[in-house]
């Protein structure tokens, strides 16, 4: 089709639009995302590439996992170390969180760094959070300092949350506090008064370290300023001489990418460019596609010939007179069927199958062993006869009728 001067005008002028939002979208600066990732690939404010490139050179056996941790404790069952988990919320189930407390009282240590801990883990540990707001903090800066007179116990600031969570009632005897956090900037480096956001907790032969405060791991904190050696504090609790164990499986962001456009939709001027373009077909298909639209054809649909083909075939064997083939035939295509039907393998006939089989197909277990026996007694024959061939068909015919959850025949 030859192309008009209106079209050739509509795509220049779509040309022209095109390239000037790309030119504006890349000579415009790039806003920073603050999006809460945790991910260890993630460069972004909040993400933990820095943390977890630092304690590879803090530990000689450091190892990352993307199973969930009920998964890696069982399929790991002699597993020693820290088992650490970052990230803004942590919401085990009860099942994992006795998995995980069963696992520290054998002598590790679960170490957990969120905003938002599981109730079940709480409760267990009778603990209680509260949330420290920002009611006469406008800037909402945060004081932190670290509660051990062998570390560092410079105040570091926050600035990048509009709340706080810190820990509202812990265990004074057995619990020992390693960090607090107060909303006031003009608090003195004692912080008498603040809020305990850091505390370590025996748990059995082993120990339990919760932090409230998952920031303090990522790329934002650790590279602003001196903020570097308050994490560096967190992380001395962590023994370096057994292996650490990194959760990658409870990130917000995500550790992989899930659609082919992710590229463009995740880049400002690939993604309008894309939106762009989308816009200019709509519009080429509104204005000039539904003039200039050919008559469909009317095509008649193919007439079906499977059950002419499947007569002409079933006539030949029968011709032919070879009823251990068609018998045969008809067995595989049973097994075709309870494979397809059932979703169980054929390769192994033991009770259990037939058991599941007889379950499933809502037949009798004595029915199905029956079948199977006749099965078993025709294909050990060399020849048949028409009457058996006749009798075994309607036998599994008979079976394949009372499966009420069937999709085919």
Known sequence: MTLTKRIKTYLILTVIILLSIIAYEYVKPKEINWYPSYAKHHKMPFGTYVFNEQIQKFAPDVKNTFTPPYKYLEQNPDMTGTYVFINDALEFDSTETEKLLEWASKGNTLFIAAE????????????????????????????????????????????KASHMTAFKTIDTLNTSVI???????????????????????????????????????????????????????????????????????????????????????????????YYTMLIGVLI????????????????????????????????????????????????????????????????????????????????TLEDTLALFKAIETLQDKQHITQTELETISKRIDSFKHKNTWKTTT
Request: net charge positive; charged share 15%; no cysteine.
């Open 116 to 159: 938002n801990f599981s109730r079940t883990l709480l409760d267990t540990l009778n603990l209680e959070t509260a949330v420290v707001s920002n009611i006469n903090n406008l800037k909402n800066v945060y004081s932190l300092q670290i509660k051990n007179k062998h570390l560092s116990q410079n105040l570091v600031h926050f600035n």
């Open 284 to 363: 080429y298909v509104l204005f000039e596609g539904k003039r200039k639209q050919r008559a469909i054809p009317v095509i008649p649909p193919l007439k079906n010939q499977t059950i002419a083909f499947t007569q002409t075939v079933a006539n030949m064997y029968l011709n032919k007179g070879d009823h251990k083939l068609l018998a045969n035939q008809k067995i595989k295509h049973f097994m075709d069927y309870i494979r397809l039907q059932f979703n169980l393998p054929t390769t192994t006939i033991d009770h259990t199958f037939l058991k599941h089989l007889a379950s499933r197909s809502n037949n």
């Open 179 to 273: 960090g607090v956090v107060d909303n006031k900037t003009n608090t003195v480096s004692t912080l008498k008064e603040a809020h305990i956001n850091i505390i370590k907790y025996p748990f059995g032969k082993g120990q339990i370290i919760l932090s409230a405060f998952p920031q303090a791991f990522t790329n934002y904190f650790i590279l602003k300023e001196q903020n570097s050696r308050y994490t560096a504090s967190l992380i001395s609790y962590l023994n370096k001489n057994k292996t650490i164990f990194l959760d990658n499986h409870y990130k917000t962001g995500k550790t992989f990418y899930t659609s082919p456009l992710y590229v463009f939709l995740n880049n400002k001027p690939l993604k309008w460019a």
